[in-house]
T-cell receptor
Framework: DQQVKQNSPSLSVQEGRISILNCDYT??????FLWYKKYPAEGPTFLIS?????DKNEDGRFTVFLNKSAKHLSLHIVPSQPGDSAVYFC???????????FGKGTRLSVIA | EAGVAQSPRYKIIEKRQSVAFWCNPI?????LYWYQQILGQGPKLLIQ????????DSQLPKDRFSAERLKGVDSTLKIQPAKLEDSAVYLC??????????????FGPGTRLTVT
């Protein structure tokens, strides 16, 4: 039972264009969502997060949008750069001391 | 600020052997997590510690996996005996429980285990 789904295993985008990574969730108790970025042979690094009380959070080139009614969030990267090439994981958790639940990840390739 | 340290980085063992992984979290972080990441999957929580107490070990295969966090700092994860399906990257993460209360976890580089 996958509670966090990233249905696109891979995405290829040209440098300078927008990258949009999608994530769907099924557990309505989730109230905090995070995106992690992972390079090969490294652990995931935190990128950006959003609370369920918001529908948008922006940090430089990265913006996360949350649509609670659709149980969907997306990560926008504008403009995309070759250094953004990595695997991106969507994660979610409910309130309290509960663990993160991760999606399977989307591999982003930004082509120069 | 030093990050989460893990060792070894790579380990190859034969099935039925035992193996241990070590993690040193970020200084002052009370919460420590061990995750298993199988190729092509997202990280899956094995066990969560708060200081030296276990908060959640519901997904830890307790017949072969064990973990401890003595003195509420370093932690070790052990597998005995290992099975082929234990081949994965084992990630350690830590989080502060003071301050703004964000859910951000900091991950170590992981230990890649291959069981042959």
């Amino acid at each position: 039972d996958q509670q966090v789904k990233q249905n696109s295993p891979s995405l290829s985008v040209q440098e300078g264009r927008i990258s949009i990574l999608n994530c769907d969730y099924t557990n309505s108790m989730f109230d905090y969502f995070l995106w992690y970025k992972k390079y090969p042979a490294e652990g995931p690094t935190f990128l950006i997060s959003i609370s369920s009380i918001k529908d948008k959070n922006e940090d430089g080139r990265f913006t996360v949008f949350l649509n609670k009614s659709a149980k969907h969030l997306s990560l926008h990267i504008v403009p995309s750069q070759p250094g953004d090439s990595a695997v991106y994981f969507c994660a979610a958790r409910s309130s309290g001391n509960t663990p993160l639940v991760f999606g399977k990840g989307t591999r982003l390739s930004v082509i120069a | 600020e030093a990050g989460v340290a893990q060792s070894p980085r790579y380990k190859i063992i034969e099935k039925r052997q035992s193996v241990a992984f070590w993690c040193n979290p970020i200084s002052g972080h009370a919460t420590l997590y061990w995750y298993q990441q199988i190729l092509g999957q997202g990280p899956k929580l094995l066990i969560q510690f708060q200081n030296n107490g276990v908060v959640d070990d519901s997904q830890l295969p307790k017949d072969r996996f064990s973990a401890e966090r003595l003195k509420g700092v370093d932690s070790t994860l052990k597998i005995q005996p290992a099975k082929l399906e234990d081949s994965a990257v084992y990630l350690c993460a830590s989080r502060s429980t003071t301050g703004t209360g964000t859910y951000e976890q900091y991950f170590g580089p992981g230990t890649r285990l291959t069981v042959t």
